[in-house]
């Protein structure tokens, strides 16, 4: 292995020092201990294409960022081991380097730290409270652990670019948190201003807030607290009136008047409390806000934010985004990501063809077994892989299975395996999280032993699963549900942290960050000068990524991609 390209354990050590080794291609060390005054100088000094392995990249790169010293590739041990574990049935169970170290050495395991805090407005987590060391000595051998684990699944190649994958996310999660989201505080007070009133002292409700709550009020004739769902199904019970919930959906069916200013009320009320002043004082920080991302936050392999509601903004609120001046915001989103994911993972000969173009998916669809009625082809696609199976979506599933069997036939085995207590993976191996017995027994999900029959890529087998007899839930349904949508929604966070490594990749040498990124979407903040290059970039990120997550399939990933100034412009 050339030494650009060579691989590199790193470790803390007391007093604010550093250990590292070089590592050859089987994870061994290959050469002496290094010893580093610290964590900044360890990497500064190596080659910039180094691949380094270390705990945690929240514990390291943040202060590597505050140096200025990028970082290339990383092998994260905390998140490695998170994706093994939930591999291996077991997920749940303790993650920290600490936790798979006693495991290995047959000790009592800690349970992990509580979560990093995210403190409004922070900068980055440089400063936090760090756990305690793990020795260079110990990093490795946890590191060799994993490794053979990795070999030990059903196919260890992709594994191992799910382990890659999830790991270039928490450098671009770090990254992301450094640069943050370019946000105008004097707009932001404006759309406020422009939609709630005027605030009262003493932090009440604004004034369109209390006019709303006052309307709902005078609609049922007696005070009604329009915050309270509660309150709310009382007093339409009382006017005769019966609601499960308070929902949207389910009070646009209902003819009262107090239905229009509830909703509206309903709709301000959530901006004001996740998106008003308050949000706006302890989160926007010197023009820009800064949530701390958390990669694979959801089982699902999406990500999540530890407070600040990022992957919430509403459009409205997207006002306040604005970029820089003589810069752009790229916004860039896949189309119909979902289902060319299961055109790729099912490898249904029928819907990749209809994938393999770049205009409308379901418009195609439409033409191939619906008549040309391009609403009831996407509400079948969707109703396949989010479970709608009965009434119209049972007609609509039938003719679906028709014409594409591979795919229909893929979350149909999906769901079977969830109802039956067995683990269900994404393509790359990901894993959902096992079955409860009915009285809480873990045992009735522990996954045995079991051929994996994804196959090989090029076979398009089913969804990878390990089976479990004898599983009985009251659940099993909804299990089922879950993980029929599980290998789909899956598969596509994984096909989106492909598509963020690309991005990353592509926009070294450029003065272009990336600074935002939830589910399908990416911003790209860059000057106006790049931003064709910006678009181009994240369009083959976007064909990078499918190609390899997926292999080779006729599959198309095309990405809609606005330049604008604020993001509110973008839809």
């Known amino acids: 292995m050339s030494e650009t390209g060579a691989r590199w354990a790193l470790a803390a050590a007391e007093g604010g020092g550093a250990r590292l080794v070089p590592l050859g291609p089987r994870g061994l060390p290959s050469g002496p201990v290094v010893e580093a005054p610290d964590l900044v100088t360890a990497v500064r000094e190596r080659p910039a294409a180094a691949r380094w392995i270390w705990r945690s990249t929240p514990e390291v790169f943040p202060r590597l960022l505050e140096a200025g010293v990028r970082v290339e590739r990383c092998y994260d041990i905390e998140a490695a081991e998170q994706l093994l574990l939930g591999h291996e049935g077991r997920l749940g169970e303790p993650r920290s380097a600490a936790a798979a170290l006693a495991r290995l050495r047959g000790g009592p395991v800690p349970p992990d730290p509580p979560p990093r805090t995210a403190e409004p407005g922070a900068q980055s987590s440089l400063f936090e409270p760090q756990p305690a060391p793990l020795s260079l000595e110990s990093l490795l051998e946890v590191y060799a652990e994993q490794q053979r684990r990795h070999d030990a699944t059903a196919h260890p190649g992709r594994m191992r670019l799910l382990t890659a994958a999830e790991s270039a996310g928490m450098l671009v999660a770090a990254e992301m948190h450094r640069a943050g989201l370019p946000w105008r505080a004097d707009v932001h007070r404006q759309v406020l201003d422009g939609l709630l009133g005027e605030r009262y002292a003493g932090g009440g409700e604004p004034r369109r807030l209390a006019e709303l709550a006052d309307e709902v009020s005078a609609a049922f004739g007696r005070r009604v607290r329009p915050e309270l769902s509660a309150d709310v199904l009382k007093a339409f019970a009382r006017a005769g009136v019966r609601l ?134 996407k509400l079948a696609l969707l109703g396949a892989v989010y479970g709608q199976t009965s009434g119209d979506g049972l007609k609509n599933l039938a003719a679906l299975r028709r014409r594409f069997p591979a795919a229909v036939a893929y979350v149909d085995e999906a769901a079977r395996a969830g109802e039956e207590g067995r683990l269900v993976r994404t393509w790359l191996g990901r894993t959902s999280p096992r079955a ?107 064909e990078t990524a499918g190609e390899v997550a997926f292999g080779r399939t006729p599959v198309r990933f095309p990405m809609t991609t606005a330049v604008v100034e604020c993001y509110a412009d973008a839809k």
């Open 436 to 542: 409860v017995g009915r009285d809480g027994d873990d045992e009735a999900g522990i996954p045995q032993e079991a051929p994996d029959p994804a196959g090989d890529p090029a076979a398009g087998a089913g969804p990878a699963t390990g089976f479990t007899p004898g599983y009985a839930s009251s659940d099993a349904r909804a299990r089922g549900r879950f993980t029929r949508n599980f290998v789909v929604q899956g598969s596509a966070a994984d096909w989106a942290l492909l598509l963020l490594a690309a991005v990353r990749q592509a926009l070294v040498g450029m003065r272009a960050e990336l600074v935002f990124f939830q589910h399908d979407e990416v911003i790209v903040h860059c000057p106006a000068d790049e931003a064709d290059a910006v678009v181009e970039a994240v369009r083959q990120a976007g």
């Open 244 to 377: 499960r919930s308070t929902r949207r959906w389910e009070l646009e069916g209902i003819d009262h008047p107090a239905v229009p200013p509830l909703l509206e009320y309903k709709k301000l009320y959530r901006i004001w409390v996740a998106h008003g002043w308050g949000w706006l004082q302890d989160w926007v920080r010197d023009g820009r806000f800064r949530p701390a991302y958390q990669p694979g936050g959801a089982v699902s392999g999406r990500w999540t934010t530890l407070g600040g509601g990022a992957l919430q903004i509403p459009k409205v609120i997207r006002r306040a985004v604005v970029a820089d001046a003589g810069w752009r915001l790229v916004v860039a989103d896949v189309d119909q990501m979902e289902p060319r994911v299961l055109a790729a993972v099912s490898r249904d000969p029928g819907l990749m063809e209809v994938a393999a173009h770049e205009d409308d998916l379901y418009t195609r669809l439409s033409d191939r077994a619906f008549s040309g009625d391009r609403e009831q082809a």
